[in-house]
């Protein structure tokens, strides 16, 4: 793939990730007082200014942006914070942000589509989200605009014309807007290495041995306090998940088996069976399912009191230096190691990954001014004003030292002024911005650095793939499978979680009858039918794992150059 100047030059603006979000990256990017003078309108960088419109009418428009209820008080809201002022001053036109609850996206926004009210651009994470709104045809097709309006995105298109395959429905038109970045671990296994070290214990690689491993630590009084006061495992937050992949089931119910595009249901029935297991043997905590957001495990694993910790790294709950050290300060003999999924009878696998190709971007049907909508959309996604969204201002917020590595100036005002603005910068190509490893200034970021390495040492491997493909991968289905699949997706849920706490009285092959029964009789197999069909039609063209690899392995080629 051939760098264009604009690309050369983002690479000459890279700026470091901060050990406050470092150790994953997930769906997202995580990651002194305020003062005039430092207001981004004062401080903006030459190449951003120079991107300000000239005195020709704006346009205007609304966008969505999730609602983490993260911005610090002194920095105002989303309808007035540094940035956001910032946007409205150096861009094209005039945007009003429109807030959506980052984890009930779908809900106020079927409300605001029923109203008439939607905004013009939604920027939604959730695949399945963005596909329910096409199907009920409340999106735009945006070819035309592209083509009229846009110079950045289009050139962004031709260097990577996975955009375009990705961005385009089932209908022939695009739909979407995407980004490219690098592809990295996006969950992650952590391990008490020196608990493995008190209790003479190996390094897990299969599923018994980690099983014995975790009823260790639950029971071997590993912290040495005498107490029986540890958990092996933590089956809240997103272990249903990484336990999934452990076995082979992935983010979706699909899978290819040699030729063919089969619903899995028997892999994941192993990992329930492995999870009740685990719940049975008094190795978790038997309250998980009251921690629903995995807060309680995260607490847990942060006072020295959990020994293997299935760990999802998003933006709303990543674990930084701050985390890092209180773990420290709980468990000063700490050592932490990165621990590959173990193998099982299906073969070894690894947890989600990030996706490098992943479409964020649509535009409603309603949108009065697609041209406005369009030059947001450019202006947002050049590599120099994205990376100054997402990291602050050069001069202000971080610098380069003698050897042209950049560092961050004073984090503790960036976690202030610079740490909520992830979701604007949703549309950001991050691989644009060159490499952005920096060099570690004490011993928590030096720990953190390594962590995050060794997590896409361990997970960004073909040799151990993902079990199946990405939800972006899949095609659309038509809006009568949509809400098959999403009528029974609760109820199937619901099986598996109560097969884990039901002792004897609900076993999972139980819960596995019972789903593939409501499936069926809600009409799924015409869904596994539509599915096996886009397969058999479309395997040599759609975006597989192979790809996925493969375009991760060109990535890493780039920021090499």
């Excluded at 409603?364 to 406005?372: E, I, L, M, R």
């Excluded at 909520?420 to 644009?432: F, H, N, Q, V």
Aim: aromatic fraction near 10%.
């Amino acid at each position: 793939m051939a760098k264009q100047n604009w690309m050369k030059k983002a690479q000459g603006g890279a700026v470091m990730v901060t050990a406050a979000g470092l150790l994953l990256a997930g769906c997202g990017s995580n990651d002194s007082n305020a003062t005039n003078s430092t207001s981004p309108t004062a401080g903006a960088s030459a190449t951003a200014a120079s991107t300000a419109p000239s005195a020709a009418v704006r346009g205007k428009i609304t966008a969505t942006v999730y609602d983490r209820n993260n911005i610090p008080p002194q920095e105002g809201n989303w309808d007035k914070n540094r940035w956001t002022e910032w946007i409205n001053k150096n861009g094209p036109v005039d945007v009003q942000y429109v807030t959506v609850p980052r984890w009930e996206s779908l809900q106020k926004l079927n409300t605001l589509f029923a109203s008439n009210s939607a905004p013009d651009l939604i920027l939604e994470y959730d695949t399945g989200y963005r596909n329910l709104w096409y199907s009920q045809k409340l999106l735009a097709p945006i070819d035309d605009m592209v083509e009229k309006y846009s110079t950045t995105y289009k050139d962004l298109m031709k260097q990577f014309p996975q955009l375009k395959k990705l961005g385009t429905k089932d209908d022939g038109k695009l739909y979407e807007i995407g980004k490219v970045s690098r592809l990295v671990s996006g969950h992650a296994i952590f391990i008490r290495q020196d608990w493995l070290d008190k209790l003479k214990l190996s390094t897990p690689k299969t599923a018994d041995e980690l099983f014995t491993v975790a009823k260790a630590f639950t029971e071997q009084d590993p912290d040495g306090n005498g107490k029986k006061d540890t958990f092996g495992v933590n089956l809240s937050g997103n272990a249903f998940s990484i336990i999934g992949h452990m076995f082979g089931y992935g983010e979706v119910a699909w899978r290819v088996d040699g030729n063919n595009f089969i619903h899995e249901w028997d892999r994941l029935a192993a990992s329930v069976d492995f999870q009740k297991k685990l719940f049975d043997a008094g190795i978790v905590d038997k309250d998980f399912l009251a921690d629903k957001n995995g807060e309680k495990a995260k607490q847990d694993f942060l006072s020295g009191k959990l020994g293997i910790y299935l760990y999802q790294g998003s933006l709303d709950t990543s674990i930084g230096e701050k985390d890092y050290d209180t773990l420290k300060q709980n468990a000063p003999d700490m050592k932490l190691a990165i621990l590959p999924l173990p193998s099982t009878q299906y073969g070894q696998f690894s947890p989600v990954i990030s996706s490098p190709i992943q479409m964020v971007g649509i535009v409603n049907a309603k949108a009065k001014d697609q041209k406005a909508v369009m030059e947001y959309i450019d202006f947002m996604i050049k590599p120099d004003v994205s990376l100054t969204v997402s990291k602050g201002l050069e001069g202000v917020h971080w610098k380069r030292n003698s050897d042209g590595v950049p560092e961050t100036i004073d984090a503790e005002k960036n976690k202030i002024e610079a740490s909520y603005t992830g979701d604007l910068a949703m549309m950001s190509s991050t691989l644009l911005w060159g490499n952005t490893t920096f060099k570690p200034k004490n011993d928590t970021q030096t720990a953190l650095l390594k962590l995050s390495d060794d997590a896409n040492a361990a997970y960004v491997s073909k040799d151990r793939p993902i079990p199946t493909l990405k939800p972006e991968y899949l095609p659309v289905l038509p809006a009568d499978l949509t809400m098959v699949s999403k009528n029974v997706e609760q109820q199937i849920k619901d099986n598996w979680l109560k097969a884990i706490v039901s002792g004897k009285s609900f076993t999972a092959q139980q819960a596995l009858d019972a789903s593939k029964k409501t499936w069926e009789a809600a009409g799924g197999v015409k869904v596994d039918e539509f599915y096996a069909k886009w397969y058999s039609a479309n395997k040599d063209t759609a975006f597989m794992l192979k790809d996925l690899y493969e375009f991760g392995a060109e990535a890493e080629k780039m920021l090499k150059k």
